[in-house]
């Protein structure tokens, strides 16, 4: 479904974002990339869609590679590319419903987007998707107007109503409360397992990729230090990926809540 073949990112500084990344993704799995600051995260997502440009390597969505293409021909791909941004970016000033239509701009064409004459059944496909996040009563609401978890689902809408084969996150829950972060989470997971769709989530928090990725991947400066699941992130592992810190405590912390108590936090 995707796979990256020596993926490589330096900037004009000199600094190596990404090593020769290489990475293979099966349709409908979800991944977290986990690492420090600075351990290329952003980076590898954004070099996927070519918001940022790759200086070597390829990188394939099905039978496309990504890398390759002219600009107008990247504008169709990514319309198979959803991306959900840390800081929500959506349009302050517009309805809820206009933000997550804004994600059929790559098929509707300007002119029907500023006039706001989009088909019939991207309108109902907005008004689904807005009720199985658990906003309908919110369609006619001005982005202002939502919380940091209700902006988070908009754009989660946004990038699920382009009807992608890939979802690239960016720190989805960096801005919100731990029990709304969990909340986001679960909801991106599940609405990729319903679709069968790849998910990449860029995320600092590994406790949370722990409980609900498929997979994860483990990154240090540039380079890919671990791939395994989530319950092979040992203290040494995590040691590896982030430095020396008391992983074992923090696990045992962990260990001796019981599930019930564990789900219960998250409520």
């Given at each position: 479904?995707?796979?990256?073949?020596?993926?490589?990112?330096?900037?004009?500084?000199g600094?190596?974002?990404?090593?020769?990344?290489?990475?293979?993704?099966?349709?409908?799995?979800?991944?977290?990339?986990?690492?420090?600051?600075?351990?290329?995260?952003?980076?590898?997502?954004?070099?996927?869609?070519?918001?940022?440009?790759?200086?070597?390597g390829?990188a394939w969505?099905?039978?496309?590679?990504?890398t390759s293409?002219?600009?107008?021909?990247?504008?169709?791909?990514?319309?198979?590319i959803?991306?959900?941004?840390q800081?929500?970016?959506?349009?302050?000033?517009?309805?809820?419903?206009?933000?997550?239509?804004?994600?059929?701009?790559?098929?509707?064409?300007f002119?029907?987007?500023?006039?706001?004459r989009?088909p019939q059944?991207?309108?109902?496909?907005?008004?689904?998707?807005?009720d199985?996040v658990?906003?309908?009563?919110?369609?006619?609401?001005?982005?202002?107007?939502?919380?940091g978890?209700?902006?988070?689902?908009?754009g989660?809408?946004r990038?699920?109503?382009?009807?992608p084969?890939?979802?690239?996150?960016?720190?989805?829950?960096?801005?919100?409360?731990?029990?709304t972060?969990?909340?986001?989470?679960?909801?991106?997971v599940?609405?990729?397992?319903?679709?069968?769709?790849?998910?990449?989530?860029n995320i600092?928090?590994?406790?949370?990729?722990?409980?609900?990725?498929?997979?994860?991947?483990g990154?240090?400066?540039?380079?890919?230090?671990?791939?395994?699941?989530?319950?092979?992130?040992?203290?040494d592992?995590?040691?590896?990926?982030?430095?020396?810190?008391?992983?074992?405590?923090?696990?045992?912390?962990?260990?001796?809540?019981?599930s019930?108590?564990?789900?219960?936090?998250?409520w």
């Amino acid at each position: 479904m995707v796979r990256l073949e020596k993926l490589t990112k330096t900037y004009k500084t000199g600094d190596q974002a990404l090593k020769a990344v290489d990475l293979d993704i099966p349709e409908g799995q979800v991944l977290a990339l986990i690492g420090p600051s600075g351990a290329g995260k952003s980076t590898l997502i954004r070099c996927l869609n070519r918001l940022v440009e790759p200086t070597g390597g390829k990188a394939w969505l099905g039978e496309t590679e990504l890398t390759s293409l002219s600009q107008g021909r990247l504008r169709k791909a990514r319309r198979r590319i959803g991306m959900i941004f840390q800081e929500y970016a959506l349009v302050e000033r517009l309805t809820v419903m206009e933000n997550v239509l804004s994600g059929r701009l790559g098929y509707v064409g300007f002119w029907r987007s500023f006039l706001r004459r989009y088909p019939q059944k991207d309108v109902d496909e907005a008004f689904r998707l807005l009720d199985r996040v658990g906003l309908l009563h919110m369609a006619d609401k001005r982005a202002d107007e939502l919380s940091g978890g209700q902006r988070q689902r908009v754009g989660i809408c946004r990038a699920l109503i382009q009807d992608p084969d890939l979802l690239l996150v960016d720190e989805p829950t960096a801005s919100l409360d731990p029990k709304t972060s969990r909340q986001i989470m679960r909801l991106i997971v599940e609405l990729c397992q319903e679709r069968r769709l790849a998910a990449i989530i860029n995320i600092h928090d590994v406790a949370l990729a722990q409980m609900f990725v498929q997979r994860v991947i483990g990154l240090e400066f540039g380079s890919v230090v671990f791939d395994g699941a989530p319950d092979g992130l040992t203290p040494d592992v995590l040691t590896q990926i982030y430095g020396e810190e008391d992983w074992e405590a923090t696990i045992q912390k962990d260990e001796g809540r019981s599930s019930e108590e564990v789900e219960e936090s998250a409520w």
